[in-house]
């Protein structure tokens, strides 16, 4: 994944921020389905099953999948 032009992990902090604005049942889901699981694999996953959910990753953190 990528940050404003430049590669980067996501940390637990962000990822607890960027759930936050993720449908709950679709959350859910993924949790099921993978955990544990990485961050990145999580978002890729959950962008499956929501993928408008990319154009709000990339508006509201700069984060290109």
């Known amino acids: 994944m990528k940050r404003f032009n430049e590669e980067f992990e996501i ?8 759930a936050s604005y ?8 993924v949790h099921f389905e993978l955990a544990p699981c990485t ?3 999580f ?12 154009d ?3 508006q509201e953190f700069g984060i290109e999948v």
């Open 22 to 29: 993720m449908d709950d049942d679709k959350r859910e889901h």
């Open 11 to 18: 940390n637990q902090d962000l990822m607890d921020t960027i």
């Open 43 to 54: 978002i890729r996953r959950y962008l499956e099953l929501d993928p408008d959910f990319e």
């Open 39 to 41: 961050c990145e694999e």
């Open 56 to 58: 709000l990753l990339y």
